[in-house]
């Protein structure tokens, strides 16, 4: 068996039993130690419910990620670019985008677009060049995530998402594992991102624990003399989101929330 990131070889390290009924391995890369479930063969079921009811935090979650990527966008990619936000559930983070004025659609091939039905990447022209895709809980869910980063870097240059680091120790235990709901199957350390960039040949950029930006821009980081000396830019922004933009004129985008209310109405009328 063969590591879905580098392709060396893998060694069992714990067992569980996933959603209750099913005895599974998992699976640890010596070279790059990404975690992984071999052949999740319960995917269907476990996605019977594309959001599980474990999932909590997913309005909490959406409205502390829009605040970080509106900051982001603004500060270090073009505002006025489309942006794709996959995996995006019910749509609520691309309509919370779109009311910043950040022109967002969203993808997700297991989950109903509730929120923002008509800003989805099925509407857009197939060869859609996106200034930004975000990913937030995604990548902890990915049988083949090699499979889909080539999937993003086609479309973009920039890839910012969202999945917790194992600990130090005692990972078999880690709340992330989630057996019981069987969606989580694939798990990062530090070193496995380091070593996607070096396979990609994109920068890296992360807090050390759950955000993550790879990205094929090179940052001068000179350019931001009020914040402290840092070789990240992106690992200060994230720890401190509103300091950035301290003593700063900050231009926000306009809402397009009164233009999509237009754009809808006049769908409906022409049905």
Not at 47 to 75: C, P
Not at 163 to 181: A, G, K, R, V
Not at 234 to 244: A, E, Q, S, V
Request: net charge neutral; with cysteine; glycine share 4%.
């Amino acid at each position: 068996m063969k590591c879905q990131i580098c392709q060396s070889n893998l060694r069992p390290i714990f067992h569980k039993k996933v959603m209750f009924k099913y005895e599974v391995d998992y699976y640890s890369c010596d070279n790059c130690k990404f975690v992984q479930i071999i052949e999740p063969h319960w995917l269907e079921e476990a996605y019977s419910n594309a959001i599980t009811s474990t999932d909590i935090g997913l309005v909490a979650r959406n409205l502390y990620f829009s605040q970080i990527v509106e900051r982001i966008i603004l500060k270090f990619f073009n505002n006025n670019g489309v942006f794709l936000d996959y995996g995006s559930g019910y749509g609520l983070f691309v309509r919370i985008m779109r009311d910043k004025g950040l022109n967002f659609y969203g993808e997700d091939k297991y989950c109903d677009n509730l929120f923002s039905q008509i800003f989805d990447k099925n509407n857009l022209e197939t060869n859609t060049k996106f200034e930004l895709i975000t990913a937030f809980e995604v990548f902890e869910h990915l049988e083949n995530p090699m499979s889909i980063i080539d999937y993003f870097i086609n479309i973009s240059d920039n890839i910012l998402f969202s999945t917790e680091l194992q600990p130090n120790d005692n990972i078999e235990n880690w709340h992330y594992i989630s057996p019981e709901n069987g969606q989580h199957i694939s798990f990062f350390h530090h070193k496995t991102l380091l070593k996607i960039s070096s396979i990609l040949n994109m920068q890296l950029h992360t807090n050390g624990s759950s955000l993550h930006l790879l990205t094929k821009k090179k940052y001068n980081f000179d350019i931001i003399k009020s914040m402290e000396k840092s070789k990240n830019i992106f690992t200060r922004l994230f720890y401190k989101i509103g300091n950035i933009f301290d003593n700063q004129n900050v231009k926000t985008n306009k809402s397009l929330l009164m233009q999509d209310w237009e754009l809808i109405k006049n769908i409906q009328k022409n049905k």
